[in-house]
């Protein structure tokens, strides 16, 4: 499987039967998706922005566009089981707040099972897990994990601890570069981690380090 990052929350997951997007807004890899394809996309939450009047496709909640290149991809938003095109992924209803989306809103988090390693997308989550939630969530190799939004970094390395993954990947949400690497700083230093950096990640079972290893990839999508 290769993981790749697009800017904010968008990953993709390429896997060898099937592609899945994570969050694929086009405030984020542009209103073609500059090439960015994937036969299913989930969307985490809406898109904060309203979605542009010439959109041609927009999410079931109607709230989030779809980039152009996507437009044919099987869309999820919302809590479930699934199994499309032999993915299965499970959407676990979270919240982007502590107060149970009192504040900012529900949302889903997405588990993906590709090539033999599960991935969850934690989108914008704002919260620790209860134990009901990591029953819903179950065994995954790889978190990937906002970073400066509402969680702080103390929080969000609790959140990685509860799920006990092999590789973490941060996705840093701020509004400015300098707010985003002070937060990911913060986030490194309570992790204990020296972090890898490239533009990409390729994952197989057999090469799952023995412990957690943060990942920083390069983003492909310019936000």
Known sequence: MELTWYGRTCIRLRGRDAVVVNDPYPSIVGPTGRGITGDVVTFSHP????PPKKATKLSRDGAT?????LEPAFV???PGEYEVHDVL???VRTYRDNA?????GRQTAFVTELDGVHTIHLGDI???LTEEKL?????VEVVCVPIGGALTAATAASLVAQLDPKIVIPMPVCDDEASCDEAVKQFLHEMGAEPMIQPKLSIVPSSLPAETTTVLLE???KV
């Open 219 to 221: 983003s492909r999508g």
């Open 100 to 104: 149970k989306g009192v504040d900012r």
């Open 135 to 139: 029953a819903d969530i179950g065994r």
């Open 65 to 69: 566009a779809m980039p152009t290149s």
């Open 89 to 91: 992924l499970t959407g």
């Open 126 to 128: 704002g919260h620790e």
């Open 76 to 78: 999820l938003d919302g």
């Open 47 to 50: 898109d904060d922005n309203h």
